[in-house]
C-alpha cells in the first residue's frame, strides 16, 4: 500500500482539488458519454472537444481562465453542429472535419501570439494537456456547479435523449421538439468537455467521454445500468490516475512526474480493452423471431447500431 | 413440368442416385442446404434448381433466411450441410471457392446488392459503377479505353440507365440505382443475375419498371434471376418459379402450386391461408 | 527556403492523394487520428534520442493496425470504429504528452509536432519525405479500382473475393506511412486538415473519380503554396493558414455545388 499511495498524498491540497473536480467531472462525462455513445458521436464529441481548444487558447491569449474559455466555445460549437444538421451523416463528418481543422489553425495562432505575450512557456502544453494540479481553488465551486447542472440537465432529459437516439422520428411523432432536445444535450456534452479540458486538456477529453461509455455499453444492455458502469469506470481510472501521477514524482526522471492525462487515458484504454474478455458463454443467443421487444432491447438494438455489440431483438 | 420440391430429409447419397427430371445442365442446383449460425439452425434441408433463363423468386417473410440462401450461393456462408451446384460444378470451400470464383464462376453468378453505400456527395458516376463491374477487382488503374466505353454504354442501355450515364450515382433515385447495379452485374456477362431484395425500399412505379428490366433480361438475353422479396405480388407476370422460404424451410415450383393454403400450412408448422384477390396473392396467418 | 517549398509541395500532393480516398470512404476521423500517432511517436523517438523517422513510422502503423484489429465489420461498423478510433487517437496523444513531457522540451516540442515546423526543413529531410511520396503514390495507384470497388460496393467486392477487411487494412497503412513523414512538415493536428479540405472541395465540383483525385491534389497544392507565402509575410504559424484556407476552398466547394445546375434530366432509354 506504501507503494501506491505515496506520502503526503491525501494532506496536499491540489490533490484534494484534483481528486474532487475528478469526480465530478467523471461522472458527468461517464453519463453523457453513454449517449454520446449510442448517438454515434464519437466524432463529433471529439471535434468538440478540440474546437474547445481554441476557446481555451483564445482565453490564455486574453489572460481570462482557460475554463471559460472551453466553455464558451463549446457550446458554439455544439449550437454550430447542430444547425449543420443530422443528415448525410459522411457529409457531416466532413463538415465537422473541416470546421475542425479552421478551429485548430486559430488555437495554433492564439497560442502563438500568447506565447509572444507573455513568458510562460508551456502554455500550449497545459492547454491542450490539461493541469489537473494547479486549478485556482476559487475556480472550483464553478467548475463543480457547471458539471452538477449538466448532469442534472441530463438525467432530467434521459428518457427522451434515449427516445430521439434511437429513432428521431418516433419521438417527433410523440410531439419530442427533437431539435431542441439535442441542443440541451450538447450544451451538457460542452461543459462536460470543458470540464475535462480543465483536468486532462481538450484533446485528451474525449477518453473520458467516449472510453468508459463505450465499456460499459459492451458490459450491459440497460442504459440505467450502463451509466452507472461508466460513471464508474470513468471515477476509477481518474482517481487511480490521479494517484499515480502523484506517485510518479518518485519515479524516473526524479522530481518532475508524468502528466495526469497520460494516467487517465491509458487506464480508459486498459478498461476498454478488458471488456473484450468476456466468456462465450455470456453472449445470449440471437433470435430473430421473437417479437416481444421490451425497453431493454430498444437500448441493445441502439447499442448495435452504434457498433457495440450483439442485441437481443433485432430483425435478421 | 417441374414437380413441387418439398422439403424431406436426403442424404447426399439419395440425391446422387436420383436422376434430376429437370431441364438439362442446370444453371444452379441446391441439394439439401442446411445453415447454421449462432448455434441455431436458420435454414434446413433447402433445395431447388434454376435452369437458362429462367425466373425465380425467393419469397418469404423478413428474418426467413433469404439473404442467408443467397449468401449461401455466392459462397460467403458455408452451409453446415447439402452443396450448391453451378453450372454441375460444386461450389468448393472458402479457398478453393475463391479460385474457382475468379475463374469459372465470377462469370457464372453477377450479384445485385440492395443498395450502394455511398452519399450524394461521393464523386462516382453511374457509368463508373458499371465499369467497375467490368475490372473493379484489377489491380491498377484502369485507363480509359474504346472498347470499355462501348461495353459500359451497351450494359446502361440494356437497363434503360443511359440517360444519366453521367450524373453522380449518389444523386439517383432509388429505381435508377437499381438500374445501374443490375447494369454493374451484367457488364460481365453472367449466366445468372443474382438479386438481394432488388424492390425493397422503391416506390410502386420503380417497383413496376424494374420488374419489367428484369423480365426482359431473362427472356431476351437468356440471363437466368434469382431474387429475393418479401412480397411475391410484383413478381406474379415474370416469375417462373418461385421458392417460398419460411420457418427455415421451403418450397419450390410453380407459383400456383407451392403457394396454396395446405403447402404453405405445412411449411410455416401453423395454419395459414392463401387468398387470391383480383391476381393479387395474400397469405394470411391463421389464428 | 527551396528546401521548404519542395517538401511542403511534396506533403500536398500526398495529402491530396490519401484525402480523396479518406473521405470517399468515410474515413474522416481516421485521417484525423493517426497523424497524432505519428506526434507520439516523434516525442518518443526525440526522448529515447534516436532518429525521428522510426518514431514517427513505428508509431503511425501501430496506430493504423490497432484502428484496423479492433475495427468492427458489417453492422454498426462506422460508430464501433469511430469509438475505436477515439480511443486510438487519444492513446495516441497521451503517450506524446507523456513522452514530451518527460524530455521537458515542452513548448517548442509540443508546438512543432502539432502545428508544423516547415521553416525548418532541412535538405536531408526532403529525400525521405520524397520517397515515401512516391511510394504512397504507387500505392494508392496500383490499387485504385480494388479501393473504389470496396468503397462503394463491398458486398459485391466480397462476392468476387476482394477482401474488403484487407482493403481497409491497405489503405491504413498506406495512409499511415503517408502521413509519418508528413507531420513534421505540417504538424499532427493539421495534416488532416489538408487531406480533408481540398478533397471536400473536389469531389464538390466534379462526378469523375480520377479528376477527383487530380483536382484534391492541385487544391492542396495550392492550399500549401499560399499558406507558406502567407506565414512567410505574417510570421503567424502555418497551421493556422492551412487550417483557414483549407476550410475556405471546402466553402467554396459547396458554393459552386449549390448554384451548379442539378444533374441534366436526359431522355432516358426504352426500358423494352
Do not use: F, N, T, W
Given at each position: 500500500m506504501h507503494y501506491l499511495f505515496e506520502p503526503g498524498l491525501f494532506s496536499s491540497g491540489p490533490v484534494r482539488t484534483a481528486l474532487l473536480v475528478g469526480t465530478v467531472l467523471a461522472v458527468t462525462s461517464g453519463v453523457i458519454g453513454v449517449f454520446a455513445v449510442l448517438r454515434g458521436q464519437s466524432f463529433a464529441g471529439h471535434s468538440l472537444a478540440d474546437v474547445a481548444t481554441t476557446g481555451g487558447s483564445g482565453a490564455f491569449l486574453v489572460g481570462l481562465n482557460q475554463f471559460w474559455g472551453f466553455l464558451a466555445a463549446g457550446i458554439a460549437a455544439a449550437a454550430l453542429m447542430e444547425a449543420i444538421g443530422v443528415q448525410r451523416r459522411r457529409g457531416r463528418d466532413v463538415a465537422t472535419g473541416v470546421v475542425l481543422g479552421a478551429a485548430l489553425g486559430a488555437a495554433a495562432l492564439f497560442l502563438y501570439l500568447g506565447s509572444l505575450q507573455t513568458a510562460t512557456t508551456g502554455a500550449s502544453f497545459t492547454v491542450l494537456f490539461g493541469s489537473i494540479f494547479v486549478i485556482s481553488p476559487d475556480t472550483v465551486p464553478a467548475l463543480v456547479a457547471s458539471g452538477v447542472i449538466a448532469l442534472f440537465v441530463v438525467a432530467a432529459l434521459a428518457r427522451v435523449l434515449l427516445l430521439t437516439s434511437v429513432s428521431p422520428d418516433l419521438a417527433r411523432a410523440r410531439g419530442v421538439n427533437v431539435r431542441l432536445v439535442g441542443i440541451a444535450y450538447l450544451a451538457a456534452l460542452a461543459v462536460s468537455v470543458s470540464l475535462a479540458a480543465v483536468a486532462i486538456g481538450a484533446v485528451l477529453s474525449t477518453a473520458l467521454l467516449i472510453g468508459p461509455s463505450a465499456t460499459a455499453l459492451r458490459v450491459t444492455k440497460s442504459p440505467a445500468r450502463a451509466m452507472a458502469v461508466s460513471a464508474l469506470t470513468g471515477l476509477a481510472a481518474t482517481w487511480l490516475g490521479i494517484v499515480l501521477a502523484y506517485d510518479s514524482y518518485y519515479w524516473p526522471p526524479h522530481g518532475h512526474g508524468w502528466p495526469v492525462s497520460f494516467f487517465v487515458v491509458a487506464l480508459v484504454l486498459v478498461g476498454y480493452l478488458l471488456s473484450y474478455v468476456r466468456p462465450r458463454a455470456q453472449r445470449a443467443p440471437r433470435s430473430p423471431h421473437e417479437d416481444e421487444c421490451g425497453p431493454e432491447a430498444i437500448v441493445a438494438t441502439a447499442a448495435t447500431a452504434a457498433g457495440t455489440e450483439g442485441a437481443t431483438c433485432s430483425p435478421a | 413440368m417441374q414437380e413441387v420440391q418439398k422439403t424431406a430429409t436426403v442424404t447426399d447419397s439419395s440425391l446422387a442416385a436420383e436422376k434430376p427430371r429437370t431441364a438439362p445442365a442446370d444453371l444452379l442446383r441446391l441439394e439439401g442446404i442446411g445453415v447454421r449460425l449462432g448455434g441455431r439452425s436458420v435454414l434446413g434441408d433447402v433445395s431447388f434448381s434454376l435452369g437458362k433463363g429462367e425466373f425465380t423468386g425467393i419469397i418469404g417473410p423478413n428474418g426467413a433466411g433469404k439473404t442467408t440462401l443467397l449468401r449461401v450461393i455466392l459462397g460467403l456462408i458455408e452451409p453446415s450441410g447439402g452443396r450448391v451446384l453451378v453450372d454441375g460444378a460444386p461450389l468448393h470451400r472458402k479457398t478453393l471457392h475463391r479460385k474457382t470464383l475468379r475463374n469459372k464462376n465470377?462469370?457464372?453468378?453477377?450479384?445485385?446488392?440492395?443498395?450502394?453505400?455511398?452519399?450524394?456527395?461521393?464523386?462516382?458516376?453511374?457509368?463508373?459503377v458499371v465499369s467497375l463491374g467490368l475490372d473493379g477487382h484489377r489491380l491498377g488503374f484502369g485507363f480509359p479505353s474504346r472498347q470499355r466505353r462501348a461495353l459500359v454504354e451497351a450494359a446502361l442501355a440494356d437497363v434503360g440507365a443511359d440517360g444519366y450515364a453521367d450524373a453522380r450515382v449518389?444523386?439517383?433515385?432509388?429505381?435508377?440505382?437499381?438500374?445501374?447495379?443490375?447494369?454493374?452485374?451484367?457488364?460481365?456477362?453472367?449466366?445468372?443475375?443474382?438479386?438481394d431484395e432488388p424492390l425493397a425500399n422503391l416506390d410502386l412505379r420503380s417497383e413496376q419498371e424494374i420488374v419489367a428490366v428484369l423480365g426482359k433480361l431473362a427472356r431476351e438475353h437468356e440471363i437466368s434471376v434469382l431474387l429475393s422479396a418479401h412480397d411475391m405480388n410484383p413478381l406474379l407476370g415474370v416469375m417462373d418459379r418461385i421458392v417460398y422460404v419460411a420457418n427455415g424451410h421451403a418450397a419450390s415450383g410453380p407459383t400456383d402450386e407451392v403457394v396454396t393454403s395446405a403447402g404453405l400450412t405445412e411449411l410455416y408448422g401453423h395454419h395459414v391461408d392463401v387468398v387470391r384477390v383480383h391476381g393479387r396473392v395474400l397469405v394470411v396467418a391463421g389464428e | 527556403m527551396l528546401n521548404t517549398w519542395i517538401a511542403a509541395s511534396i506533403v500536398a500532393v500526398i495529402a491530396g492523394i490519401t484525402g480523396f480516398f479518406a473521405v470517399l470512404r468515410g474515413q474522416t476521423f481516421t485521417a484525423h487520428a493517426i497523424p497524432n500517432g505519428a506526434f507520439a511517436g516523434a516525442a518518443g523517438a526525440s526522448l529515447l534520442g534516436i532518429n525521428v523517422i522510426w518514431g514517427l513510422v513505428v508509431f503511425a502503423l501501430c496506430?493504423?493496425?490497432?484502428?484496423?484489429?479492433?475495427?468492427?465489420?458489417?453492422?454498426?461498423?462506422?460508430a464501433r470504429n469511430d469509438v475505436v478510433t477515439a480511443l486510438a487517437l487519444v492513446l495516441m496523444l497521451g503517450l506524446g504528452a507523456l513522452f514530451v513531457s518527460i524530455s521537458s522540451q515542452y513548448a517548442e516540442e509540443t508546438y512543432s509536432l502539432l502545428f508544423g515546423e516547415v521553416f525548418g526543413v532541412s535538405r536531408g529531410e526532403v529525400l525521405p519525405i520524397l520517397g515515401l511520396g512516391v511510394a504512397a503514390a504507387v500505392a494508392i495507384g496500383v490499387a485504385f479500382r480494388p479501393l473504389m470497388l470496396t468503397s462503394a460496393l463491398p458486398e459485391v467486392a466480397e462476392a468476387r473475393g476482394v477482401s474488403t477487411r484487407r482493403m481497409d487494412l491497405y489503405f491504413l497503412i498506406v495512409m499511415a506511412l503517408a502521413t509519418s513523414m508528413t507531420v513534421p512538415v505540417v504538424g499532427a493536428l493539421l495534416m488532416f486538415s489538408l487531406m480533408i479540405g481540398p478533397a471536400a472541395a473536389a469531389r464538390s465540383v466534379t462526378a469523375r473519380p480520377g479528376a477527383a483525385m487530380a483536382l484534391s491534389v492541385v487544391i492542396a497544392l495550392a492550399t500549401v503554396w499560399l499558406s507558406i507565402a502567407l506565414s512567410y509575410q505574417t510570421n503567424w504559424p502555418l497551421g493556422f493558414f492551412v487550417g483557414i484556407i483549407g476550410a475556405a476552398f471546402y466553402l467554396i466547394g459547396l458554393a459552386a455545388r449549390a448554384v451548379a445546375p442539378r444533374r441534366a434530366v436526359a431522355p432516358r432509354g426504352a426500358v423494352g
Open positions: - | 465470377k462469370a457464372a453468378i453477377g450479384y445485385v446488392p440492395q443498395k450502394l453505400v455511398i452519399d450524394p456527395d461521393m464523386p462516382l458516376r453511374a457509368r463508373d449518389g444523386e439517383l433515385s432509388g429505381g435508377e440505382q437499381q438500374r445501374v447495379l443490375i447494369a454493374h452485374a451484367l457488364i460481365s456477362r453472367p449466366k445468372l443475375l443474382l438479386l | 496506430g493504423a493496425l490497432g484502428i484496423g484489429a479492433l475495427g468492427a465489420e458489417g453492422r454498426g461498423r462506422k
